[in-house]
Each structure stands twice: as C-alpha cells, then as structure tokens.
C-alpha cells in the first residue's frame, strides 16, 4: 500500500522535471530566434549602409571630376557650397568645403582658438590659458627637433583640459590640416565656424549663409573679427561629403579629405588623404 504513493510522487517529479526541461529549451529556442532576427537585421543594416555608402562614393567622384575640370579653367572653388547629385536613382547632396573655411589645429594663433573655446562656453580666462596650452603642445618638439603638430583632431584629447564633452562641441570647427594657415576664409566657413568669428552674432553669419548660397558676389563681411580672416582665399584641399538617406530615417555619411593635385601612386588627378564612413552624421552641437 506504501509503494503506490511513493510511486506517484516519483512520478509527479519526473513531470515536474520534464516542464523545467521543455521551459529551459523554450527559452533557449526563443534566445536563439531573437539573435537569429538580430543578426538577420544587422546583415540586412550591413548590406544598405555598403550599398549607400558605394552610392555616395560615386557621387562624391562625380563633383570631383566637375571641379576638377573648372580648377583646370581657371575657376577655382573657393566656398562652402551643396551640390544634388542624381546617382542610382537616388538623390544625394554632396558638400564641398574648402579646409580653410575651418580653423586649423596647427596654424590658428592662441587668440582665435580661445575665441573658438569662450563659444564652446569656457570662461574666458580658462579659454585662454587653454589656448596657449593647446598653442605650446603643437610647437614642442621631438626627439629630431621638428615641432610635434596634430595629426589628427583627436589628438585634442590627449591635451591637458580636454575632455570629451568640450572635444565633440569644437572638432566639427577643425582642420589638423598642416598645410592650415592662421585665418579663416569666411566664404567656406560652415556655420558653427561663422558664429566664432562673429563673436556669436547669429543673425551675421546667417546673413552671410544666406547671400553665400544664392552665389551673391561682394558679400559684406565687415560684421566679422577681422583679424581672424582673409576672404576668398584659394586651397586645392578640400573635403568633400555625400549624406545618404536610409530607409530607418537616418543617414549613411561617407566623405573624402583630398588634394586637387595629381597623385603619383594611382594616377588619380587628385590625391586622397583620408575617406571616412559612417552611419549617421555627428550630432554634437556648437
């Protein structure tokens, strides 16, 4: 009589055993069907960014080949200028901006840079001590004896009073350009650049936006810091950035650092120095 209970709580256990097991593989099979979608989304993510990024690639060569053939008549591109582009179907604007239009790393004077810096929203005194500091890293010198420079805007971030937060506010300002003089030309400044070298003023360098891009000739910069800029000067250096619209809303952004001059090492007439892609622009605000 004792065995048939003992038998059923056997049983009732192996039940109870028998629901944990087909629960855990339930939740193993629903985990796995998750990273299955997962991986399936990235893919398929994967593959639209590659193809966009390959349409603005093209799109961007096309400007290319159109300024190049205007610089060859004498016509050089000296502002910041938005070019559509109907490539693959899609529509896609390319960005032109002259690299003198920012401020360079390695040639701005302490005064621009802690202008730049009191926009960024530091304290003026702050602003200019780190300026200097930023100034004194550039010219020490190495082993050999030459000036260190910046290579790159991320080097900032290696400067003492540099954090994060203020480095995303000023790198879309600026050029580790070598070749970068002490000024800035106002015609192929992007806003946020403008808005430093008008002391803040919106309303001037949306004047200066608005008659730019209608092609107006003679425009009015007297508004601006003076000894910040020098108008209408020539660079062959340039970078040049397509934006791609994706299904999801956001954007591929791919963009090319160049030198209208012949490249030795794959014939091109002109001459890459840095290609970037990514999946969205920054939107780190000035």
Same mark, same amino acid.
């Given at each position: 009589?004792?065995?048939r209970?003992?038998?059923?709580?056997?049983?009732?256990m192996?039940?109870?055993?028998?629901l944990?097991?087909?629960?855990?593989?339930?939740?193993?099979l629903?985990?796995?069907?998750?990273?299955?979608?997962?991986?399936?989304?990235?893919?398929?993510?994967?593959r639209?960014?590659?193809?966009?990024?390959?349409?603005?690639?093209a799109?961007?060569?096309?400007?290319?080949?159109?300024?190049?053939?205007?610089?060859?008549?004498?016509?050089?591109?000296?502002?910041?200028q938005?070019?559509?582009v109907?490539? &693959? $179907?899609r529509?896609?604007?390319?960005?032109?901006? #002259?690299?003198?239009? !920012?401020?360079? %790393?390695? @040639?701005a004077? /302490?005064?621009?840079?802690?202008?730049?810096?009191?926009?960024?929203?530091?304290?003026?005194?702050?602003?200019?001590?780190?300026?200097?500091?930023?100034?004194?890293?550039?010219?020490?010198?190495?082993?050999?004896?030459?000036?260190r420079?910046?290579?790159?805007t991320?080097d900032?971030?290696?400067?003492?009073?540099?954090?994060?937060?203020?480095?995303?506010?000023?790198?879309?300002?600026?050029?580790?350009?070598?070749? &970068? $003089?002490?000024?800035?030309?106002?015609?192929?400044? #992007?806003?946020?650049? !403008?808005?430093? %070298?008008? @002391?803040?003023? /919106?309303?001037?360098a949306?004047?200066?936006?608005?008659?730019?891009?209608?092609?107006?000739?003679?425009?009015?910069?007297?508004?601006?810091?003076?000894?910040?800029?020098?108008?209408?000067?020539?660079?062959?250096?340039?970078?040049?950035?397509?934006?791609?619209?994706?299904?999801?809303?956001?954007?591929?952004?791919?963009?090319?650092?160049?030198?209208?001059?012949?490249?030795?090492?794959?014939?091109?007439?002109?001459?890459?120095?840095?290609?970037e892609?990514?999946?969205?622009?920054?939107?780190?605000?000035?």
């Amino acid at each position: 009589m004792k065995s048939r209970p003992l038998r059923r709580r056997r049983s009732g256990m192996a039940l109870i055993a028998v629901l944990w097991i087909v629960s855990a593989l339930s939740i193993m099979l629903m985990g796995l069907v998750h990273n299955l979608r997962g991986e399936a989304r990235l893919a398929g993510q994967s593959r639209q960014i590659a193809e966009a990024a390959g349409l603005g690639d093209a799109a961007i060569h096309i400007v290319l080949q159109a300024m190049m053939a205007r610089t060859l008549q004498g016509q050089r591109q000296q502002r910041l200028q938005v070019v559509p582009v109907v490539y &693959g $179907g899609r529509d896609i604007a390319v960005e032109i901006l #002259p690299l003198n239009g !920012l401020i360079s %790393l390695n @040639g701005a004077g /302490a005064p621009l840079l802690a202008q730049m810096l009191t926009g960024a929203g530091m304290p003026q005194n702050a602003a200019q001590a780190l300026a200097q500091t930023i100034v004194d890293v550039r010219t020490s010198r190495d082993a050999q004896g030459a000036a260190r420079n910046f290579e790159a805007t991320e080097d900032l971030l290696q400067v003492p009073g540099v954090d994060y937060d203020l480095y995303a506010k000023i790198a879309p300002l600026l050029t580790a350009d070598e070749l &970068g $003089g002490d000024r800035v030309n106002p015609m192929a400044a #992007p806003e946020p650049v !403008l808005l430093v %070298l008008s @002391g803040g003023d /919106a309303g001037k360098a949306a004047a200066i936006i608005t008659q730019r891009a209608s092609g107006a000739v003679g425009i009015d910069t007297t508004g601006l810091m003076g000894e910040f800029i020098e108008n209408n000067a020539a660079t062959q250096r340039f970078r040049l950035t397509a934006r791609i619209p994706l299904a999801d809303g956001g954007a591929a952004v791919v963009a090319r650092s160049v030198n209208l001059s012949p490249s030795v090492r794959d014939g091109m007439p002109w001459h890459t120095y840095r290609f970037e892609q990514r999946l969205r622009e920054d939107t780190a605000a000035y």
